[in-house]
């Protein structure tokens, strides 16, 4: 957590299907609409709790994030560590389970770390009147999201693709880019058109359509989303 950084961590098992997604959007995101003030300070990264050191973004979640604007080729599977942890000012989770493992690693985590979902349906309830323009201000959104866990409830664990089929990724999309969505609404200054946009796109077989640039399958044994 530097002072003059903003850095979101975002996590989940493997760090090869789940987690790349959410952090190749958000900072994605943050370049585009957050203004230069702040963007310049956002950092984006992501790892798993069981992360496969160095394996390949997975062949149908890079084509998802291809077609939502993404990319991936050089992404590499990171193992979480205590200092990713300490060093983040936001850590998004893809499930109550990665929670409890994270604030289980490093306590203080308890304010900053939320699952995914869980942060897209509180920022869902609030509207800002400009995008963050500091780190100071994109901390306060964090704050107030950890002031208001209470609101609204739900499923907040996104499906762990890995081993499934077509439609095991396609509800994993569909599970995790609104709310994604919905918090770059609120923390990063996404047009509410453009929040709406991302969830309907979220949805449908087009996602994991053969673009071509997708790379091949890395190994054959079995590796965690």
């Given amino acids: 957590m530097a002072g003059d950084?903003?850095?979101?961590?975002?996590?989940?098992?493997?760090?090869?299907?789940?987690?790349?997604?959410?952090?190749?959007?958000?900072g994605s995101w943050a370049n585009r609409y957050l203004p230069p003030s702040a963007s310049g300070s956002v950092r984006v990264a992501s790892a798993g709790t069981?992360?496969?050191?160095?394996?390949?973004?997975g062949r149908r979640a890079r084509?998802?994030?291809?077609?939502?604007?993404?990319?991936?080729?050089?992404?590499?599977?990171?193992?979480?560590?205590?200092?990713h942890l300490r060093a983040a000012d936001l850590v998004l989770v893809a499930s109550s389970r990665h929670r409890e493992r994270v604030i289980q690693l490093v306590p203080a985590t308890l304010?900053?770390?939320?699952?995914?979902?869980?942060a897209g349906r509180i920022a869902a309830n609030f509207r800002l009147p400009a995008a963050p323009r500091s780190v100071a201000e994109l901390r306060a959104v964090v704050a107030g999201l950890a002031a208001n866990r209470a609101l609204g409830s739900g499923d907040d664990d996104i499906i762990d693709p890995q081993g499934g089929g077509d439609e095991d990724y396609l509800?994993?999309?569909?599970?995790?880019v609104p709310a994604l969505a919905s918090l770059a609404g609120l923390l990063l200054g996404m047009p509410q058109a453009e929040v709406a946009?991302?969830?309907?796109?979220?949805?449908?077989?087009?996602?994991?359509?053969?673009?071509?640039?997708?790379?091949?399958?890395g190994g054959s044994g079995r590796r965690r989303a």
Wanted: glycine share 10%; aromatic share 4%.
């Fill in 5 to 26: 950084t903003f850095d979101v961590l975002v996590v989940c098992t493997g760090n090869v299907h789940r987690s790349p997604l959410g952090a190749m959007l958000l």
């Fill in 50 to 57: 069981r992360a496969p050191e160095g394996a390949s973004m």
């Fill in 63 to 83: 084509a998802i994030a291809v077609a939502l604007g993404g990319d991936g080729r050089d992404h590499r599977a990171t193992q979480v560590t205590e200092a």
């Fill in 111 to 118: 304010r900053t770390a939320f699952t995914i979902r869980e």
């Fill in 171 to 176: 509800r994993m999309a569909a599970e995790e």
């Fill in 197 to 217: 946009a991302y969830r309907n796109a979220s949805y449908g077989p087009d996602l994991i359509a053969d673009r071509g640039s997708a790379p091949p399958r």
